[in-house]
């Protein structure tokens, strides 16, 4: 029989939720008694805090208050992202990085294609110059609520929780908006914080100034006036107030042959494979500008294939299971071409000395 020091509540709670369940009443506090050696009130006053009624307690209080004391705890450890040893900076980086290591407030809009580092770019940016980045990933359902912060049920009472925009005004970091053209008009509850100026938390009367370094910056893969082509569905068309609080607007290409063979490498790529797929890439996103095909290779996807590659040792897999995504017609397309840049057909893979007669009918 455990001594009655050793008892912890822990202990009644995981006996009584695995023979009775969340919801119980007498009956599990006896068998819990008989189970520990120790007496009623002891167990009682271990319960308290699960009690719901007379002779009634519920152990489903507990899961709640782990669900929504698990955030607040998270945020007492340092929010500075890892270093990616295999991350190659390009585009804005260098722009962006002297904004954040001037711990300015400096509201920065970056757009660009699907699939072309804006994210990590944020994020090994702040990784270089050791600032704290809490990112939120925006969706059409994204409300007050979620970048607020709100009330929630804790041991039966209600607690204000902050959100992760009030918890970077707090802290001074750089709050990433990702995907920010997701977003509908109920993202205007952060116009006070794009002027610099906090947000007044209505429902608690308490005034968030923010802190030194805190600063805002949102990844979108249009300028926030919507997409007529319909290759980012759910894109909106962003608040003109909204969109001019952002003094400066990056817009990210994929980068260069040069860098993406470099990305490629530091991932475990061989080098002939690396130079193919970017040639391939290349020639394919120039008749996707062009208007020749109405998908892209993404610099995303061709780590994807590098990846797959060293998974299964096959070209020709990595290929095929990487661009399955892509219709039938497309698919077959792109990997006939490949198959020509593999075997070494000058004309067919240089874009610089394509003509785009010459790009469109290599990927018929």
Known sequence: MPQKLELS??????????????????TAIRAAVDKFGVSQPTVFKRLKQFKVGRGKWDLTVADLERVFEAPAKAVDVSLVPNKDKTFVPFGPYNDLKKIIQSKAYYPVFITGLSGNGKTVSVEQTCAATNRELIRVN???????????????LVNGDT???????????????VLLLDEIDLASNKILCLQSVLEGKGIFLKKIGEYVRPAQGFTVVATANTK???????RFIGTNVLNEAFLERFPVTFEQSYPTPVIETKILLNVGCEKEFADNLVKWAGAIRKTFYDGGVDEIITTRRLVHIAQAYSIFGDKLKALTNCINRFDEDTKQSFLDLYTKVDAGEETVYNEEELTDEQLLKSLE
């Open 138 to 152: 925006i969706t059409i359902e994204t409300d007050e609520d979620d970048l607020i912060g709100g009330f929630r």
């Open 9 to 26: 509540t822990n202990d009644i709670t995981k006996f009584i939720k695995r023979n009775f369940g969340n919801e119980f009443g007498s």
């Open 224 to 230: 926030g006036k919507g997409s007529d082509d319909g």
């Open 159 to 173: 607690v204000w929780h902050n959100g992760p925009v009030v918890e970077a005004l707090q802290r001074g970091a």
